[in-house]
């Protein structure tokens, strides 16, 4: 139990961390137009708004999700549903109408090349799964988060050692260094068993 708690302590304030952190690039590095937040690195591909608002909405519904209130998990899977939403849309737009970003249909702007890519529609299509089935005792949703820390983690590692790594990758060309270690630090926090597990 204990150990339980340790690890449900840590998920807490990895999902905190990233929810605050993605508020924050939202709030202050889009509303006030500091590039170097967004980006982390000049020159680099920003972190779009649409990319931050699925981060905010993906970590509250982890919280509502950890409740075993009814009507706070409504909402929480209602969260997750407009996710899923937001990036099922951008693969459809990038996949259809190549060039059209999700932002544009909101009067948006942002860079030429900046987009929410296809690889972090996936990722989040990944997150509401392990978020939707965290509290069932399943081997298939803790695979999911393992899976989506080796592949953040790991093309994290990469950026950072060669900031034109994702060039010829159409799949991860336009994923930010911020994209990544939030993803990482999320399905981190989504190791821990889930709240109603120890219960099954």
Request: a negative charge.
């Amino acid at each position: 139990m204990l150990r339980i708690n340790l690890f449900r302590d840590v998920s807490d304030k990895a999902l905190g961390i990233v929810g605050g952190l993605a508020f924050l690039v939202l709030l202050v590095g889009w509303g006030l137009n500091i590039d170097w937040l967004v980006r982390l690195r000049a020159n680099a591909h920003a972190m779009v708004p649409s990319t931050t608002i699925c981060f905010i909405m993906a970590c509250g519904a982890a919280y509502l999700l950890t409740e075993n209130a009814g009507n706070r998990r409504v909402v929480g899977m209602f969260m997750l549903g407009a996710v899923a939403a937001i990036a099922g849309i951008n693969i459809v737009l990038g996949s259809l109408l190549y060039g059209m970003k999700l932002e544009e249909l909101f009067g948006v702007n942002i860079g030429l090349d900046d987009r929410m890519a296809t690889g972090t529609s996936l990722g989040f299509l990944l997150l509401c799964y392990r978020l939707a089935t965290w509290h069932r005792n399943s081997d298939a949703s803790f695979v999911s988060a393992i899976v989506g820390v080796i592949v953040s983690g790991g093309l994290l590692l990469l950026l950072l050692a060669d900031a034109h790594a994702f060039d010829t990758l159409p799949l991860f060309r336009e994923t930010s260094l911020p994209t990544l270690f939030f993803f990482t630090l999320v399905f981190i926090g989504t190791l821990a068993p889930g709240y109603q597990e120890e219960s099954v």
